[in-house]
């Protein structure tokens, strides 16, 4: 292991450690165990903005010659502010080498990236999207995720969130279903109460009849007995 690469190492083990004890709102990163210049973030889309509940993986990779030289950016998950698996454009990246600052850190490059991912400033690997598809693409994003072995290694978290969500997605058809059959007997009792009102109420009808036509023979009766 190089000097450089070595300063890197223990640069980047210094943000870990700051991350750990100072998280950042809505964003998650780690490196890969088995090499510390490539760390994957994860973003969640904040509150009352296109990307509300999405989860965005990503990647940083840092040059062995960190902190003095920026990371390269890339985003995994479709979001509709960013092509995928491309280089991104910015001032904390490796673009532009003569804006980067050397006491940025892992949380400070992750934080701009946030902050432009919620702005419309075009850059080089931006691309435009309605809300309305960035939306689609935030509800789509975790079973996107599901499919790197990389994310399911780094975030395993995020499994049983997928599973927990379809879990109660698939317990919402059976409690519609229940209060159907609530709703059937219900509908069944109400049966059973009001027949036999119906029917009393019919016989009732047939005996004040039957009654009357008796008081009228009757006295017909007696009319031409005198």
């Known amino acids: 292991m190089g000097k450089a690469e070595k300063s890197a190492m223990l640069r980047l083990q210094s943000d870990l450690r700051k991350l750990v004890e100072e998280p950042?709102?809505?964003?998650?990163?780690?490196?890969?165990?088995?090499?510390?210049?490539?760390?994957?973030?994860?973003?969640?889309?904040p509150p009352d903005s296109p990307y509300e509940g999405g989860i965005y993986h990503g990647m940083l990779r840092f040059p062995t010659h960190y902190p003095?030289?920026?990371?390269?950016?890339?985003?995994?998950?479709p979001n509709g502010r960013f092509e995928l698996n491309?280089?991104?454009?910015?001032?904390i990246s490796d673009?532009?080498?003569?804006t980067w600052n050397p006491s940025w850190c892992v949380s400070t490059?992750?934080?701009?990236?946030?902050?432009?991912?919620?702005?419309?400033v075009e850059t080089e690997g931006s691309i435009n999207t309605s809300v309305k598809i960035k939306k689609i693409l935030a509800k789509r994003s975790l079973a996107f995720n599901l499919k790197s072995k990389m994310f399911n290694t780094l975030?395993?978290?995020?499994?049983?969130?997928f599973e927990e969500k379809n879990e109660n997605k698939r317990l919402e058809p059976?409690?519609?279903?229940?209060?159907?059959?609530i709703?059937?007997?219900?509908?069944?009792?109400?049966?059973?109460?009001?027949?036999p009102l119906q029917y009393l109420d019919r016989y009732c009808t047939i005996g004040v009849v039957f009654l009357f036509f008796t008081v009228i023979a009757t006295y017909i009766i007696s009319n031409a007995d005198s």
């Open 155 to 161: 975030f395993p978290k995020y499994i049983t969130k």
């Open 68 to 77: 003095f030289s920026p990371p390269s950016i890339f985003i995994f998950t």
């Open 109 to 120: 490059i992750l934080t701009g990236l946030l902050s432009f991912m919620l702005d419309n």
């Open 24 to 45: 950042v709102p809505y964003i998650e990163a780690i490196p890969e165990e088995n090499n510390i210049l490539n760390w994957h973030y994860v973003f969640t889309g």
């Open 183 to 195: 709703s059937d007997n219900v509908s069944n009792e109400m049966t059973w109460y009001i027949k």
């Open 86 to 91: 491309k280089r991104i454009c910015l001032s």
């Open 174 to 181: 059976i409690k519609s279903v229940s209060m159907e059959k």
């Open 95 to 98: 673009y532009h080498p003569d």
